[in-house]
């Protein structure tokens, strides 16, 4: 049974720092492409960033700078750093896994796997 799971979501005052980690089962994470996505009440999933099989990284322009995507695969874990927060990045954060669509895509739809998500709160 494929599986993710996020954790590490959490209040956090703004220019501060969190990890959040997802643990994947139930396939070989090496040969897929993973991303993170997030969404805020009242508005539509977003990509935030994503990670090739071979560690080509990609990201939204809204925080190309302050988050960073990692793979460790022998650990089947997919961590984001995240810096410098800021409010509008309050949102809930879903690690998954592309399904469909074209290579380093950031659009929700192209990834048909996920978590249950992870809530992040900045706020002072």
């Known amino acids: 049974q494929v599986q993710l799971v996020e954790s590490g979501g959490a209040t956090v005052q703004p220019g501060g720092s969190l990890k959040l980690s997802c643990v994947t089962s139930?396939?070989?994470?090496?040969?897929?492409?993973m991303g993170w996505f997030r969404q805020a009440p009242g508005k539509e999933r977003e990509g935030v960033a994503c990670?090739?099989?071979?560690?080509?990284?990609v990201y939204a322009d809204s925080v190309r700078g302050r988050f960073i995507i990692s793979r460790e695969n022998a650990r089947s874990t997919i961590s984001l750093q995240m810096s410098s927060l800021r409010p509008e990045d309050t949102a809930i954060y879903y690690c998954a896994r592309r399904t469909h669509g074209y290579p380093f895509s950031l659009k929700a739809d192209d990834y048909g796997v996920r978590g249950q998500g992870t809530q992040v709160t900045v706020s002072s």
């Open positions: 990670i090739g099989a071979h560690g080509t990284t």
């Open positions: 139930g396939f070989t994470q090496d040969y897929y492409e």
